[in-house]
Structures are given as structure tokens and as C-alpha cells.
């Protein structure tokens, strides 16, 4: 599925950490189990393999898929037996096409143990749901135009023999676990980061003895709903909004801000305001109607990371001037990160959250003047286009367990606030909850977070961490003009 695609949504799901741009992989499932290989932006040869497991676990002798991983081989002779291994977000995202930015942010891990990315079943080489939709007028369709029910419905016609109820978190962790004994692996110190740390709470649950250590940045618990954004996103946006008004320069150059947004909000939905661009990743020439469901879905997503955060007041100050090309940059920026694979994220959000989302909960959600209830109903849409089934209800349960769980937050996450890891905390009593005042989305990719994760994974006791440093980090100032003032 083209990425420009995903942002024509008036949506933009979890996205667990900026990865870099790929070039989209090869997708065989070969009946191999075991070779060695080489992923892209990682120059040296790692151990892969193919794992091959029920598409149905209550079916054993039926559909077979194949669950593919790779390993980050520890930098230092004589390894340690209990790898890291990642959990990665979305839900969507493929753990092993992560593994340039993985391998820079756990360098420290890395120098004692192996790193094991495993393809969650539906990504990656894992049997991937992708969404091979082209519709070449897709991005000047206006919001009222677009289509998401009969957009999901034709993906899935790609997939008749596939089983999509299948493709869950509960699942997942049963697949985590086949490859963990292929590999003779006793125990794992699990990393997970957005929809990651549900599949990492998963695990505790499902298969406590196989985990060490459990790290968990940008907490989701599975007694939240994932969809509905509108509150938090809000939340994120006044932020923004308040900082740069503290911020002498900010406030000067870009005095009526929020008016600002809403005027091209405003603007937006009275004409097509059609803008000429290329495509990041093939520079294609391509020509966008910016909808104001795009233009708030890119200034929601740019909140997710501190780097595109401080870009926003000059982009939407220029935007209500009629210059858009900043808000091409930092929509160009997002779309170059790394796949979704849409599939597996409605088979996920479709299951186990949206039969939870409430006419209240989605009320109060959409109660807000930055985007409304733009991610909850498109949720909606395209969930009424999916094949998928309720799961039970225990699965929403609070997750109890004593193992050593570090829990991490940003307080400018436009997504998972911290609040939600003070939830998932109340029932894990060996556990600490660190919150990062001038972070976001997923802080080990942009604070010390990384340095204290790998302290913690050595001592696996979470009573030593000392989590200051988090403290001590600075807002980033917001960017003034286009050559980069008040950097």
C-alpha cells in the first residue's frame, strides 16, 4: 500500500518509532528455517529464519504460515543467553525492517546480547497483509469522497484464504514464542514501543516464564481503547500551542497561532487547494488536494517527535498565508518512515478495541476543536469493510504480574499519555514509571531513555534506575523561518 495513501486517511495510527525509508522487501515464505542474510541499512550478516506455525493454533494440522526473524548478533564475544526482543508498534509495523534505527538505539544492549526481531505475523515477511490498493485520483478525493469501508473490503478480497481473526496479539505471542524455542532462547528481555507494549503486557500474561525483563515506552494497556485519538491529540496541540507561546521568539513571530490553524482549517473546507509534489520514495510527480482532514492528520502526526514538533507554528503560519510548502515537508518527512501493514493493523484494532469504543467514549473523544473525531470514525469505516470478530473479554483485563517492568512516557505524546502507563503500573507492583517532560511518542528514539533501558536490562531490578536525566531534557526550540531561526 502506497504510504501517501495512509495520509490521504483522515487518520494515522500508533506509529512506535521513526524508522529509516525502505525500499519494500520481498515477501517468499520459504520453507527454510535457518540462513543467513542481510536486511537493508544493516552491513553485516545476520542469522535469519523462517519459523513455520498455525495460521489457526486450535487448528494445528491446518494452514501453516511462516514467521520470519532475524538477529542482531551482540558485539562483544561470549553473549549473554537472555536477548532483547522487540515488539515493535503500529499495529502494523515489521520488527525486522526497523532494525537500522534498533541497532543505533540499543547500541549499549547490543554490546552484551543478541537483538531478535521477529516479523509479527501479518508484517514483514511474515505472511504480510498489505493493502496493493492504487487508485491514482486517491489523493485529490476530498474527505467527503473518501472511501474507507469499500477501500479496506477490496484489500481483503486479496486475501481469501487467509483467516484475518487470526492475525491478533494473542497469536502474536504464540509466535514470538515458537521462534524463541526454535532459537533454544530461555529467556528474553522484551522492548516494546506504542501498540508494542500491548503485545509486551500480552506476553506477561500469556507466557510469564519466558520473560526476564519487560521495557515499555509509550504505554498502551489493553483496558484502554486504541483508535480514537481526538482527546489526546488535543491534548498534544495545546501544548504545542502554550510552549510556543512561552517561548519569547515563537509568540512574536507567530502571535495568533491557534486562529492561524483554524483559519486554514476553515479555508480548506471551502476550496480544493490542490498542491504539486513528488513522492519521497520514488519522486513521482503527484498532485494532493490538501483536505483539512490531511492537514490536521499532518499536523497530529508531526507531534509525535520532538524534530517535527518544532516545525509546526512556521508551517501553519505559513499555511495561513497560503504557502504551503512547509506542510509538503513535514508530509513528505512522515511518509518516508517505515510500512504499516494495514491488514494486520484493522485485524488488531478491529478485534480487540473498536467493539469497546463506546457511543460515549467516542462522544467525549471527538469533543474537542483540533480533529475532532476524525481517527475514531475512520476506524469505524474502515472496520465495517474488514472481516474480523470480538475478542474475549478477559483479553481488556488489567495485566497482573511481579516480573521487573520499566515504563516509560512523554507528556507531549500525542497518543499514549502518561496517564496510561500510571494505569498499566497499579497492577504491576515490581515495576517504575518514568515520564519525560519535554518528550513524546516512544522516548527511547530521542532521550537518555535508551542508556537507562539498557542499565536496567543488565541489572533487571528497577529500583536502582535513576531516571533524572529525563528531567533535565529541554523543550526544543520551534524553527522561525525557513532557514532555520531560533535553532
Sequence with gaps: MKQWMLVSLPLLVLAAISGSAYAQQQHEVTDSTDSECYLPGIQERLECGIVQVPENYEKPQGRQ???????????????????????????????????????????????????LLIDQRGTGKSHPLECDISR?????????????????????????????????????????????????????????????????????????????????????????????FGQHGAQAFDAMLRNCEEQVACHEKFPTLEQDYHDVMNALEGQDVLLDAHDPLSFEPITINLTPGRFSSIVRMALYHPNTRQLLPYAI???????????????????????????????????????????QLLAKDGDNDFIGGRTGDAFIDMCSGWKSAPVPSYWSEPVVSDKPVLLLSGELDPVTPPAWGDLAAKTLPNSKHLTAPNASHTIASHTCANRLIAEFIEKADVTAIDGSCLQKQRLKPFVLNQNGAGL
Design 65 to 115: 504460515i511462516g514467521i520470519h526473524y532475524a538477529v542482531l548478533p551482540a558485539i562483544q564475544e561470549g553473549a549473554k543467553p537472555d536477548p532483547m526482543l522487540i515488539l515493535a508498534g503500529g499495529p502494523g509495523q515489521a520488527a525486522t525492517e526497523l532494525a537500522p534505527m534498533i541497532s543505533r538505539m540499543f547500541d549499549t544492549v547490543r554490546q552484551k546480547r543478541d537483538i
Design 136 to 228: 491514482p485520483d486517491e489523493l485529490i478525493r476530498s474527505d467527503d469522497e473518501q472511501e474507507l469501508a469499500q477501500l479496506t473490503s477490496d484489500c481483503l478480497k486479496q486475501y481469501p484464504d487467509t483467516d484475518t481473526t487470526q492475525y491478533h496479539t494473542v497469536n502474536a505471542v504464540k509466535d514470538f514464542e515458537k521462534v524463541r524455542e526454535h532459537l533454544g532462547v530461555q529467556q528474553v528481555n522484551l522492548y516494546g514501543g506504542s501498540y508494542g507494549t500491548r503485545v509486551g503486557l500480552t506476553y506477561l500474561r500469556e507466557a510469564p516464564e519466558s520473560v526476564r525483563t519487560a521495557t515499555l515506552d509509550a504505554v498502551a494497556p489493553p483496558q484502554v481503547v486504541i483508535g480514537p
Design 317 to 359: 503560519h505559513s499555511a495561513a498565508q497560503s504557502n504551503y510548502k512547509a506542510v509538503l515537508g513535514l508530509m513528505g518527512g512522515t511518509m518516508s518512515q517505515s510500512s504499516i501493514y494495514l491488514g494486520l493493523m484493522l485485524s488488531v484494532v478491529c478485534s480487540e478495541d473498536l467493539p469497546r469504543a463506546t457511543d
